[in-house]
């Protein structure tokens, strides 16, 4: 249908043109010279460079940590969606438009927030620390900061999908009588995976790439707090820039592919849901 | 994808009695405290600490923190690239809007694709690009050099960078939103002698504006707020390259935690601002839908069954 109809209206060779040099110039020719360059190492140089044991520790932090940080928000996120949508209670109106507040908040203030909080003698680390929990220039700070920027991903990709989840069929089932955990389990639960899902993997890669905040909380001390992106901007500063290139082409096709993952969960969670 | 966040439109459809579909009394006010807790911790808490943080030393030290040259002289550049940004961004994004709502052509969804891609590049990554591209060893260094242009470590290598990662919020927001106001009252101003340009400003332009406010509120949030990319891009010279967040970076390693708060109290400000826009929006978009929806209910009513749903609004729910 939309074929003949668009026709009429002006402007398309002005607006695609525009797109795509912009595109062009922002976006597609950067990442390229980002590859091209890479391409300057041979692949064994390219292999040793990435996979050194510093590099190493900096992935398995990096993932590891976001991995953790969106398991949490999976769980805490679900909690959190359920009960805006299907309770009411004081403070729901305010607590609901708060949850974009990790989006909204440059991450600079994020980390620098997080870490005072967390600091033995912030308003949470006073009685954390001497408890043994140092939220503070530890891994453990990397996943709180991973957790904060990734929560409102898990919360408003599940939101919509509760809202418009049919109630009749809870209703069915509990007429035909199954208990609120059975039906939970059996009817709820399955309808909800595929999106609860899809929001882990969004709140997960938005965590891989986080830098902002982490700066701030973890240390940054090499093989114990130092994430990969801050690798990359430490290798620029002793000007190895092959380097920095090699450990940015690995986390630039890395995140590539959760790009393509996501794209696939969401068709697979849209499916679901007609 | 790493982009942003949007609360969709809340469509209860049905409003279906809720016996035998409640949780126990117990259970549910568990949940509740749950994420009340969850909410406290890591909503609340950073939040109000900032303010707290930003006045522990008093109104006094607040105010020489901010009206001090260098914290002064990041304001002034902050604003300053958001206002360059924002602006090429919706030029940008009212263009790839109309040519992908409102025509077909192959490789839209592959150009739609590209278009989200920066939301999924690591800041950093996207700031060495551009080192790559434009530093002294990068492909047009020695050109630039020659020409006496500087990008790196200067004021347009921070623009650039924040191009980058703000680049598809406003396309990315006005698209739905596009394609779901239907092009009969573009090509009824068509026929009736409207110019291009006319229908654009007049019918087009108008029919958008929240949608396009929307995406511009969030544009310049992330604007203002970029660290990781321009980072990478800035140099860090004190008084000139540094904005808003890296001064407050700079504060903070100089152990000045109180005056790094000044200047964050500053932004977490912004924040709010766009929260509350965001959801003022939101809050408009949601009536304009059930308004829109009652209106084609009477109007189904009156006329042939074919007319389809008028989808106004956008409806995306995630990034």
């Not at chain 1, 899902?197 to 938005?206: K, P």
């Not at chain 2, 950093?124 to 591209?133: E, N, R, S």
């Not at chain 2, 992330?222 to 004190?238: K, L």
Request: glycine share 8%.
């Amino acid at each position: 249908m939309a074929a003949q109809r668009f026709r009429v209206l002006p402007g398309f060779g002005l607006t695609m043109g525009f797109t795509l040099f912009y595109l062009s110039a922002i976006v597609i020719i950067p990442i390229a010279a980002l590859f091209l360059k890479s391409f300057q190492l041979s692949w064994a140089d390219f292999w040793r460079v990435v996979t050194t044991d510093r590099a190493m520790a900096a992935y398995k932090l990096t993932f590891g940590a976001s991995l953790i940080a969106a398991l949490i928000n999976a769980i805490f996120g679900t909690i959190l969606a359920w009960v805006l949508v299907r309770y009411t209670f004081p403070g729901k109106k305010f607590i609901d438009a708060l949850v974009d507040f990790p989006f909204a908040l440059p991450t600079a203030v994020a980390g620098l927030t997080l870490s005072n909080l967390f600091a033995g003698n912030g308003w949470l680390g006073q009685f954390l620390v001497p408890l043994g929990i140092k939220g503070a220039f530890t891994p453990l700070g990397v996943i709180i900061a991973l957790t904060f920027v990734g929560m409102p991903f898990a919360v408003r990709t599940l939101q919509p999908v509760l809202e418009n989840l049919d109630r009749g069929v809870e209703e069915v089932a509990a007429t035909l009588g199954a208990g609120r955990l059975r039906t939970f389990v059996k009817i709820i639960a399955p309808t909800l995976l595929p999106t609860i899902i899809t929001g882990f993997a969004l709140s997960f890669a938005r965590a891989v790439g986080e830098y902002g905040s982490i700066v701030f909380i973890s240390g940054n001390k090499p093989f114990q707090t130092e994430i990969a992106p801050y690798l990359i901007v430490f290798r620029l500063e002793e000007y190895d820039y092959l380097g920095a290139t090699a450990i940015a082409a690995v986390l630039l096709v890395i995140s590539f592919v959760i790009l393509a993952v996501i794209n696939y969960l969401e068709s697979w969670a849209g499916r679901y849901q007609r | 994808m790493a982009g942003y966040v949007k609360r969709s439109r809340q469509t209860n459809g049905h409003t279906a009695s809720k016996g035998g579909t409640e949780e126990s009394p117990f259970f549910k006010w568990l949940l509740i405290t749950v994420a009340l807790l969850f909410s406290i911790l890591f909503l609340l808490l950073p939040l109000v600490n900032v303010f707290a943080q930003a006045l522990s030393k008093g109104w006094q030290a607040y105010w020489t923190a901010l009206s001090e040259p260098d914290a002064w002289a990041a304001i002034k550049l902050t604003l300053l690239v958001a206002a360059i940004t924002v602006p090429l961004n919706v030029v940008f994004g009212l263009a790839a809007a109309w040519a992908i709502a409102k025509f077909d052509f192959r490789g839209k969804s592959l150009l739609n694709t590209l278009i989200d891609l920066p939301f999924s590049v690591s800041p950093v990554v996207a700031g060495l690009m551009y080192v790559l591209l434009f530093g002294l060893q990068g492909y047009f260094g020695r050109w630039l050099a020659d020409h006496e242009i500087k990008i790196i470590f200067a004021v347009p290598g921070i623009v650039i960078a924040t191009i980058f990662i703000t680049f598809p919020f406003v396309a990315r927001e006005l698209i739905p939103v596009m394609q779901a106001t239907r092009s009969e009252q573009e090509q009824a101003a068509l026929t009736l002698g409207a110019t291009g340009w006319q229908t654009f400003w007049r019918v087009t332009l108008p029919s958008v504006k929240w949608g396009l406010l929307y995406g511009i509120i969030l544009c310049n949030a992330r604007a203002m707020g970029e660290f990781g990319a321009v980072s990478v891009v800035s140099g860090h010279i004190t008084g000139q390259t540094d904005t808003m967040p890296l001064r407050i970076e700079k504060l903070y390693q100089e152990y000045n935690a109180a005056a790094a708060f000044a200047i964050a109290s500053l932004l977490a400000l912004l924040a709010l601002l766009t929260l509350g826009i965001k959801t003022f929006l939101e809050w408009k978009q949601e009536r304009d839908y059930e308004r829109a929806q009652r209106a084609a209910e009477s109007y189904e009513d009156s006329t042939a069954p074919t007319s389809r749903e008028p989808e106004i609004t956008a409806v995306r729910s995630q990034p």
